[in-house]
């Protein structure tokens, strides 16, 4: 496997930070040419590493959503009860959505770009899957009704 240099990843970094910032700013929009100037690079890097605009900003959704995803992991919640661990779950997740300033912007405008609609309809599935393969645990444990449909209701 090729390793990223350390200055690549660094300058990678600063790419997606900058596009970060000018999303908010920007109210979900931004000039490439501003982007690579607030990230100290040439206007052609972004494109070299991230293919496109809507490259970049996909993978600042991406980020978001790996977000959603430690905050809704509960690793360290030790409930064994099916109802009190996602009580928590859910409650996790509308304070990441509250304090991430990026979640008005993923929610309501950045998804109407192809590339950024495509990561997140895979991102949900996982989100789906996973939500699914828990509530076929709760209900062999009889922690909730046996007759619904794990995968619908998850979704």
């Known amino acids: 496997m090729v390793q990223t240099p350390p ?3 660094q300058t990678r970094a600063r790419l997606l930070e900058a596009a ?4 908010l700013e920007g109210d979900g929009d931004f000039e490439l040419a501003d982007l ?3 990230a100290g690079t040439s206007v052609g890097l972004p494109y070299h590493r991230f293919g496109s605009k809507s490259g970049l900003i996909a993978q600042v959704v991406g980020e978001f959503y790996d977000g959603v995803w430690r905050a809704v992991n509960l690793a360290d919640f030790t409930a064994l009860d099916w109802g009190t ?4 779950r859910l ?5 990441f959505l509250y304090a991430e300033p990026l979640s008005r912007l ?9 590339q950024v609609a495509a990561l997140e309809g895979a991102r949900w599935a996982e989100m ?9 645990k709760a ?3 009889g922690q909730i009704a046996a007759d619904l449909d794990p995968a619908l209701t998850a979704a």
């Open 139 to 141: 209900q062999r444990r």
């Open 20 to 23: 970060r910032a000018a999303l």
């Open 128 to 136: 789906i899957d996973a939500a699914a393969r828990n509530l076929g």
């Open 106 to 114: 993923v929610i309501s405008t950045l998804g109407r770009d192809p």
């Open 7 to 9: 200055r690549a990843e």
């Open 36 to 38: 690579a100037r607030r």
């Open 91 to 95: 409650r996790r997740l509308v304070d």
């Open 85 to 88: 661990r996602e009580r928590e």
